[in-house]
């Protein structure tokens, strides 16, 4: 997949992820993970850092936006009480419009926000390592499987977008169950 976006949040429950979505015209696949994580895949690519904030404000929790660009680029934006506490691109490049340099991500702010403190150097080397042609970090969709199991997050969140779903084809990895996704919108 070329381009793909998700939010991975902890906390708040599923019903209300899905109710406040739906309430403002959201069209999304909501997905339940372990340990109250779930994972949103909202249709439209173009606003996901404004609904990333919105859903950690309206919810009070860490919102994770994990967004991967061609075969090569991640880019994450995480979101505390509403507002941008950390991010990250793995590399620069044609397509990406930056505002400002890029920005390296903080490992112990991303670990500290999933109470995955003891990840931090694990967490820190992935975000680091130069994705090499030939090398496994060369594909987003790698780094992304990395840092989320890493962080004790869904795997099935790693390359999944709206599109792919609303397509047939239902994220893959760990402790993905299709009959716990819903749709808002």
Do not use: W
């Amino acid at each position: 997949m070329n381009h793909y976006a998700n939010i991975t949040l902890q906390g708040p429950e599923q019903s209300g992820v899905v109710e406040y979505l739906k309430g403002r015209g959201d069209s999304a696949f909501v997905a339940t993970g372990a340990k109250g994580v779930l994972v949103v895949f909202h249709e439209d690519l173009f606003s996901q850092e404004h609904l990333a904030a919105r859903l950690s404000a309206k919810f009070s929790c860490p919102a994770l936006l994990v967004m991967g660009f061609g075969p090569g680029v991640l880019l994450y934006h995480l979101y505390q009480a509403g507002e941008q506490v950390d991010a990250y691109v793995s590399s620069p490049h044609e397509g990406l419009e930056l505002a400002e340099p890029v920005p390296p991500g903080d490992a112990a702010i991303l670990c500290a926000a999933f109470a995955m403190e003891r990840a931090q150097r694990r967490v820190e080397s992935i975000l680091r390592k130069e994705g090499k042609p030939g090398q496994p970090y060369e594909y987003a969709v790698n780094r992304h499987g990395e840092l989320l199991q890493a962080l004790g997050l869904p795997l099935f969140a790693a390359g999944t977008s709206f599109a792919a779903i609303e397509m047939g084809d239902l994220p893959a990895g760990g402790n993905f169950d299709p009959t716990g996704m819903q749709r808002a919108g």
